[in-house]
């Protein structure tokens, strides 16, 4: 995403870009807002975030807290590699600023407090820093204070008009501790958000950001992941909002290789196309030639691996005559190994946005859709994910490869997931007996755009990639993988 699209004059920026990317700018001025999640889910850091870009612009900031210490949030801005010397911490959780005459109110006895006392105490702090960016933690301390709902309601309500006369833009966080319904607060707030786990059973705890609210603001709704990584909390934003068509000079991707040109058509800028077959018939080889070729015409590729190594990649494609590594060292493929259970579809969108939008990449392979299925727990939102992923990059003129493989090696098949309606082209890898041998052939299933063969053809793997034979006339039920022959074997590759 490009940072000079999201700055607004009227919005103050949050401190995390992809949360001012689904802002389409950042926060109002001089208002109000709602973080809520449970405990762990990042709120604190977010607010430190706030206070800390505030920080870089000449803002002051004021962090108030009754639930942790100063020694806690400057060990949690450590562990950031943040310094907050520069920003205003009242801290309300130690005894001797006590927010009462009466030294025997203390925050470990907050029933014992009364709610007045505590903003009265709050709004001094206010008028002697004068900040411009307030952060309230948490309301939890706050609303057992004032035991009461109404009594909390109008006390919020009253620092809310309080700080929009003070020209503050204000975080009141919120760990959802408590057991009645918060949609009161929600009301009173310009903007909600919200911070959730994701349940995984293996792997690193997932985190999703969700815009519940947010007034005279367009924000792009839905579920986002983040992490929260040493330097703060990332938000990757999803691609499931309309993006601006880029232009794009329309023409083919080819592979160099006569006979798969005469046969698949070539690959058009802007379609997506998935290769599909068992494991080990050459649907990896076949895309990463394709990579080569563009590499060969100045153009960059994006490789994402799931499943192979990028070593051994190197050694399978230079057994080829293929040398990969050298256009990796110039920068033409790109090769990225993706690591299953540290990796959310939303960072893996994330990641190729910024491929494509920073380095002009035309050609996109994700090897395999199967290890993508295993890196998310929510498969059944898989498909989506894919059309929002696949819309983007033909909007962006990318050529997208997916690889599918499927369960078995000959008889019946079947996919992890039905994903062909939603690319452009289909292409099928198949084994098949014949000759007392083990052979392979191909065919397209589907193609939306241009003229293809719809002959099914053997093929093998050799020097210089795939080699494709004659169409296999003699032969019935070749893509069952147990073929009926009734020629002469003519057509057979020798």
Known sequence: MNQAEIINPDRTSTGIEGLDYILKGGLSKNRLYLVQGNPGTGKTTMGLQFLLEGEQKGEKGLYITLSESREELVAVGESHGWSLNNLSIYDLTVSGDTLSDDSRYTVFHPAEVELDETTRAVLKEVERIAPARVVFDSLS?????????????????????????????????????????????????????????????????????????????????????????????????????????????????????????????????????????????????????????????????????????????????????????????????????????????????????????????????????????????????????????????????????????????????????????LADTVVLLRYFEAGGEVRQAMSVLKKRTGIHERTIREFRIDKGGIQLGQPLKEFSGVLTGVPVYYGRGEGLME
Do not use: W
């Open 141 to 421: 301390e706050m609303r057992m204070l004032a035991s009461d709902p109404l009594r909390f309601r109008r006390q919020i309500l009253a620092l809310k008009q309080y700080f929009i006369g003070r020209q503050c833009t204000v975080m009141l966080l919120d760990d959802r501790t408590a057991e009645t319904s918060q949609r009161q607060l929600e009301s009173i707030a310009h903007g909600v958000i919200n911070l959730e786990y994701v349940p995984t059973e293996y792997g690193k705890q997932r985190h999703n950001i969700r815009v519940v609210k947010m007034r005279g603001v367009n924000f792009q709704s839905g579920s986002h992941d983040f992490n929260i990584e040493t330097g703060g909390i990332v938000v990757f934003p999803r691609l499931g909002a309309p993006e601006k068509k880029q232009p794009f000079e329309p023409g083919k991707l080819k592979s160099n290789l006569d006979d798969l040109e005469s046969f698949l058509g070539g690959l058009d800028y802007g379609t997506s196309t998935i290769l599909t077959g068992p494991a080990g018939i050459g649907k990896s080889t076949m895309a990463i030639m394709y990579a080569y070729t563009a590499a060969e015409n100045g153009e960059r590729s994006a490789v994402y691996l799931f499943d192979e190594n990028v070593e051994t990649l190197y050694q399978r494609t230079s057994n080829l005559g293929l040398d990969v590594k050298k256009f990796v060292e110039a920068g033409l493929i790109s090769i990225r190994q993706i690591k299953l259970a540290e990796l959310t579809p939303g960072e893996l969108a994330h990641l190729i946005r910024q491929e494509v939008e920073q380095n002009n990449t035309r050609m996109v392979i994700i090897d395999s859709v199967n290890g993508y299925l295993m890196s998310t727990p929510q498969e059944r939102f898989l498909t989506m994910q894919f059309h929002e992923l696949l819309g983007y990059l033909n909007r962006q003129g990318v050529v997208s490869i997916l690889i599918v493989g499927q369960y078995g090696l000959i008889g019946t098949m079947q996919s992890p997931i039905d994903m062909s309606y």
